[in-house]
């Protein structure tokens, strides 16, 4: 059996499905106390929005020298399996993707 790979909170990966160029990388949201899961709950980042966002929702954020914007509405999980070479990790930028997933969970 493959090692799997850690993947902590705020964590960043290529995007698993390599054929979408519009979402780079996805960030890990999933808290790490469930890293026992074989799945990660994930957000997209992408360069630019398909349509128009609130900032609070979609916070711009540096990863590997570009500015990607977080696309908190659209959450997903994907298998650890898939998540491959760690890019960065995000955990300076806490408050502002927490603000994100509040205003997608509660609207607030």
């Given amino acids: 059996m493959a090692q799997l790979v850690s993947a902590a909170q705020f964590d960043v990966f290529p995007n698993p499905d390599g054929n979408d160029s519009s979402r780079p990388f996805v960030l890990v949201v999933q808290f790490d106390h469930l890293q026992h899961l074989r799945t990660r709950v994930v957000m997209p980042l992408m ?5 128009p966002l609130p900032a609070r929702l979609a916070p711009r954020l540096d990863v590997a020298g570009q500015s990607l914007m977080l696309s908190g509405a659209e959450i997903a ?20 993707i927490m603000a994100a997933t509040d205003v997608l969970l509660f609207g607030i």
């Fill in 47 to 51: 360069p630019s929005p398909r349509v």
């Fill in 77 to 96: 999980t994907v298998d650890i399996a898939l998540l491959k070479s760690r890019v960065a990790n995000l955990s300076g930028d806490r408050d502002r």
